[in-house]
């Protein structure tokens, strides 16, 4: 991890923080309204939280024109997500899920020619969800939460929210993406108030940025797998994504904004300036002065691959 980088990021991002753009988690088309009731709410943010990963695979992008626009990736799950809520919200309840087939989960998260790939997974993930919902919190989400209080991450015997979720099989990562991805959205609509610091939630987006800007710097064969877009081991995989969270964390802390803010502006910039499949607007980007990968196209790497995960 490059310290100096690091405050080079978050010196720009101190200067521009008016003008950085924020996820509106109050986006009708993908989050429940703010009326809506919170265990239901709760329920949602729970169960799409738990699904969204890996939803486009070469050459299988997941994306699918609906009645009022076209949608791909995480946008096109929480777009059929909410369609689901509008139409039938038992389908959220911990009973439901518990008994959740392969086949309703493919029906429903379909959309023209696109389903999310490993379909058996993720029903796997949605009973685990629901049988531990009902067994270890009395089928209410709202009681985990209660537990955790106010905490991020607590002891074993005031355990904080993310410890809480690492029951779940869809909540297990060691690197917590989805723990930490609830736990921002939670946040940014009120119903979690944190007094410990987030991390940010780590995605493709993330790494691929952090990679490509020099945040964070590989060397040698890992290097040379990024490079080629040779699959990464598990270890290796988990390894780079604890480096980049924490070159993140660096990040947030020298700039004083927080990791929520800073979690936002990465990944709507991975969607809209940095990209993966095409080629970046580099002359539109804040880190164009010092980026490494502008300066020598050797560093203009994809994130690492790292496939057959439900992390993230
Ligand atoms: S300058 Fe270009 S490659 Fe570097 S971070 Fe910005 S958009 Fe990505």
Redesign the pocket.
């Known amino acids: 991890m490059d310290e100096t980088v690091a405050e080079r990021v978050a010196r720009v991002l101190r200067n521009n923080k008016p003008d950085l753009p924020r996820l509106n988690v109050y986006d009708e088309r993908y989050y429940p309204p703010s009326s809506t009731d919170l265990e239901l709410a709760l329920r949602y943010f729970i169960v799409l939280v738990a699904m969204d990963h890996r939803l486009s695979r070469p050459g299988h992008p997941y994306q699918a024109c609906l009645e009022d626009g076209c949608y791909s990736g995480a946008d096109l799950l929480y777009r059929l997500g909410m369609r689901i809520l509008h139409e039938n919200p038992d389908f959220y309840s911990p009973e439901h899920l518990a008994n959740i087939s392969v086949d309703e989960v493919k029906k429903l998260f379909s959309a023209g020619d696109s389903s999310p790939p490993d379909p058996e997974i993720r029903a796997l993930l949605l009973r685990d969800l629901g049988c531990k919902l009902l067994k270890l919190f009395n089928g209410s989400a709202t009681v985990l939460l209660k537990m955790a209080g106010s905490r991020v991450r607590g002891s074993i015997f005031e355990p904080g929210l993310v410890d809480l979720l690492k029951v779940f099989r869809a909540y297990e990562d060691p690197v917590e993406k989805k723990s930490m991805l609830l736990t921002k959205f939670l946040t940014a609509r009120g119903y979690f108030k944190p007094i410990d610091e987030l991390d940010v939630a780590v995605d493709n987006h993330l790494s691929r940025?952090a990679y490509?800007?020099g945040l964070v710097a590989v060397s040698g064969s890992l290097w040379n797998k990024i490079k080629s877009g040779v699959e990464v081991s598990s270890e290796e995989d988990i390894l780079l994504r604890l480096i980049v969270r924490r070159a993140y964390k660096i990040v947030s802390q020298k700039s004083g904004l927080g990791t929520g803010l800073v979690d936002d502006f990465f990944w709507i910039?991975g969607r809209t300036?940095?990209f993966r499949e095409k080629p970046?607007?580099?002359d539109?980007?804040?880190?164009?002065g010092f980026?490494?990968?502008?300066k020598n196209n050797a560093f203009?790497v994809s994130e690492h691959v790292y496939y057959n995960t439900w992390y993230y």
């Open positions: 940025i490509r800007v910039m300036t940095c970046p607007i580099c539109k980007c804040l880190f164009k980026c490494r990968a502008r203009m």
